[in-house]
């Protein structure tokens, strides 16, 4: 069974950063390509970014792009959403989640984390 324990997160200033981290549990080398979702208060969940197996390839959603940045680090089996010039809008609570194969669905992810807190103050 995959576990993913997120850390990382916080309240912050409009322009500031943040970073989250997903640590992904119970075993080394994952084979599994890992994405970031975020669910704001009254709205669905939306795809923030994936990046694949070997960190190779990165997808980002176009609100996030070129603000926002994927990364793992496969020796620690551990992914990074790093945040920057945070908006207002950016404001939800995120999650990290595993899947088979890169995608911004999220039926797609079969394991999910549970989820931190990011909030952003104008």
């Known amino acids: 069974q995959v576990q993913l324990v997120e850390s990382g997160g916080g309240q912050v200033q409009a322009g500031g950063s943040l970073r989250l981290s997903c640590v992904e549990s119970?075993?080394?080398?994952?084979?599994?390509?890992m994405g970031w979702f975020r669910q704001a208060p009254g709205k669905d969940r939306e795809f923030v970014g994936a990046i694949n197996r070997s960190g190779g390839i990165k997808e980002y959603a176009a609100s996030v792009k070129g603000r926002f940045t994927v990364s793992r680090d496969k020796r620690k089996n551990t992914v990074y959403l790093e945040m920057n010039n945070l908006r207002p809008g950016d404001t939800a609570v995120y999650f990290c989640?595993?899947?088979?194969?890169?995608?911004?669905?999220?039926?797609?992810?079969?394991?999910w984390g549970q989820g931190r807190q990011v909030t952003v103050s104008s």
């Open positions: 989640a595993a899947a088979g194969f890169i995608s911004g669905g999220s039926r797609e992810y079969l394991y």
């Open positions: 119970g075993r080394t080398g994952s084979p599994y390509v």
